[in-house]
C-alpha cells in the first residue's frame, strides 16, 4: 500500500492504495501540471545539453593529454570564483521585482559590472601575470590562457543575467534551447581542434561554447518579448540599490562558497601538479553527471515555484520533501555504482590512461552524493529570502576548506579523505540548516 500527495500551483493531489479511477485521473491531472511540465522541459534540455560533451569525453580524453585537463580544470575554478565577483551576485535577485522595468534594470547593471570587471582583470594580469602562475603552480607553456579567462568570466556573467531573465518569465525552454547551443558549438570546437592537433583547442572550443551562450541567450530574451533596454539608468541605479542586500548579505558567503567549491582542484594542481588534477577533473565531470542531468535543472524549477508560493504565503513542506526523497534514491544508485566498479567504468569508457580516474572516483562518490541531495534543495534560502542562514553556512565551508589547504600530505589518499571528512560534515549541517528553515516557515503559515 502507499500514499502520496503533492501540492502544485493550483491543485492539491492525494493519492491512496485504492487504484481508483479518480486517482488515475488525478495522476493524469499532476502530470499535465504546470511545474510538472516545467520541470519536464528543463530536465529533457539539460539532459541533452550534458550528454553532448560528456559523449564527446570519449573521443576528447583520447585527444588531449591529462595535463591539457588539469590546466582546463584551474582555469575553470578560477572561473567560478570570479563570476561571482563580476556579476555581484546581482542576477539571483532578477526573479524577485514585481515590475518588469525594475527587474530590467537589474540585468543591465549585471551586464555593467561583467564588462568593467573583464577590463580590470585584463589590466591586473598584465601585472601580476608571474603571481598567479607561482601561487596555483600554473604550466608555464600555457600561461599567455589566464588573459582569456577575464573575457570568458565576464561573457559567463553577461549569460547569468539573461538566464535569470528566462526564470522571470517561466522559459524553461528556452534555458534549455541554450544549454544545448553552448554544449553543441564547445563540443563539437573541441573535437575538431583536438583531430588537427591544435592543444590550445580545448581552452578554444569553450570560449565559443560561452559566446554562442550568450548570442542564443539574446535571442531567446527577444523573442520571448522581454525589452529589458526600457530600463533608464536612473532606474538602474534604483533597481540597484533596492535590492543592495544581494552584494552586501550574498556576495561575500557566496563568493567564500565557491572558493570552497574551487580550491580543491586548485590545491591538487598546485601539491601535486597539473597530471594529478586532470585526472581528478575526469573522476569530478562524471561524478557531476546526475547533479547536471537533474538537480540542477530541478532547482531552477522550485526556486520559481517556491518563490511564488512564498508570495502568496503557501505551503512548500511537500513539494521539498518529495523532491529529496527522490534525489536520496538517486544518491544511493550513485554510490552503489561507482563505489564497486569506479575504476574499471572509467578505463572501459576513457581508457586505460583514466584508471587512475576511477581509482579516484570509488573514494570521492559519498561526497558527489551528499551534495547531489543538498545543493538542488538549498534553492529554499533564496526562495524564502533567508540568504543570511545560507551565508552563515558558506562562510563556515569556506573555513572548514581552506583548512584543507593546512592539511598537505604527500600521500594524496590521505588527502582526499580528509577532504571528504570535511564535505561530509558541512552538507550534513547544511541540511540541518535547509529544514530548520522550512519548519519555521511553515509554523507562520500555519498560524496565519
Known amino acids: 500500500s502507499y500514499s502520496f500527495n503533492l501540492t502544485t500551483k493550483n491543485t492539491s493531489y492525494s493519492f491512496n492504495a485504492q487504484g481508483s479511477k479518480t486517482n488515475i485521473m488525478k495522476i493524469k491531472q499532476l502530470a499535465q501540471s504546470e511545474i510538472f511540465r516545467h520541470i519536464s522541459i528543463l530536465v529533457s534540455g539539460t539532459v541533452l545539453a550534458q550528454l553532448i560533451p560528456i559523449s564527446l569525453q570519449v573521443f576528447l580524453r583520447r585527444l588531449y593529454p591529462a595535463e591539457l585537463f588539469g590546466a582546463m580544470s584551474v582555469l575553470a575554478g578560477l572561473t567560478g570564483i570570479f563570476l561571482y565577483v563580476f556579476t555581484l551576485s546581482y542576477e539571483f535577485s532578477i526573479i524577485n521585482p514585481k515590475e518588469e522595468r525594475q527587474a530590467h534594470g537589474i540585468f543591465k547593471g549585471v551586464m555593467l559590472f561583467s564588462w568593467l570587471w573583464t577590463l580590470i582583470g585584463i589590466l591586473f594580469l598584465l601585472f601580476f601575470q608571474e603571481h598567479v602562475i607561482r601561487w596555483v603552480n600554473f604550466p608555464k607553456q600555457y600561461a599567455w590562457w589566464l588573459y582569456l579567462l577575464p573575457l570568458s568570466v ?26 544545448l547551443s553552448r554544449r553543441a558549438f564547445e563540443g563539437i570546437s573541441q573535437l575538431f581542434f583536438g583531430i588537427f592537433g591544435i592543444q590550445v583547442g580545448l581552452l578554444l572550443g569553450q570560449i565559443i561554447g560561452n559566446l554562442a551562450n550568450v548570442i542564443s541567450g539574446f535571442y531567446q530574451v527577444k523573442k520571448k518579448g522581454i525589452n529589458w533596454t526600457d530600463a533608464s539608468a536612473s532606474e538602474v541605479k534604483l533597481a540597484l540599490k533596492t535590492y543592495k542586500n544581494y552584494p552586501l548579505y550574498y556576495l561575500s558567503p557566496a563568493l567564500f562558497n565557491t572558493i570552497g567549491v574551487s580550491m580543491p582542484i ?29 538537480s540542477v535543472a530541478i532547482s531552477q524549477v522550485f526556486l520559481q515555484n517556491m518563490s511564488e508560493r512564498y508570495k502568496n504565503g503557501q505551503s512548500i513542506r511537500k513539494n521539498l520533501m518529495q523532491l529529496a526523497g527522490a534525489l536520496v534514491v538517486g544518491a544511493v544508485l550513485l554510490i552503489a555504482v561507482f563505489s564497486f566498479f569506479g575504476e574499471e567504468l572509467y578505463a572501459l569508457v576513457f581508457g586505460d590512461a583514466w584508471r587512475t580516474s576511477g581509482q579516484y572516483a570509488e573514494w570521492m562518490v559519498f561526497k558527489y552524493a ?12 533564496i526562495a524564502l529570502e533567508k540568504i543570511k542562514i545560507s551565508s552563515m553556512w558558506q562562510i563556515f565551508y569556506f573555513l572548514m576548506i581552506m583548512m584543507l589547504g593546512q592539511l598537505y600530505t604527500p600521500n594524496l589518499f590521505d588527502f582526499l579523505s580528509r577532504y571528504i571528512v570535511i564535505d561530509l560534515i558541512s552538507y550534513s549541517i547544511y541540511f540541518g540548516l535547509i529544514v530548520y528553515v522550512v519548519f519555521k516557515y511553515e509554523r507562520s503559515i500555519s498560524k496565519v
Open 154 to 179: 565576464g561573457v559567463m556573467g553577461v549569460y547569468q543575467g539573461l538566464q535569470y531573465l528566462l526564470i522571470r518569465q517561466k522559459a524553461f525552454k528556452a534555458i534549455s534551447v541554450n544549454k
Open 266 to 294: 586548485i590545491y591538487l594542481n598546485k601539491f601535486y601538479g597539473t597530471t594529478v588534477s586532470g585526472y581528478f577533473d575526469l573522476m569530478q565531470l562524471v561524478l557531476t553527471v546526475p547533479s547536471a542531468f537533474l
Open 370 to 381: 551528499l551534495v547531489f541531495v543538498v545543493s538542488p534543495i538549498s534553492s529554499v534560502f
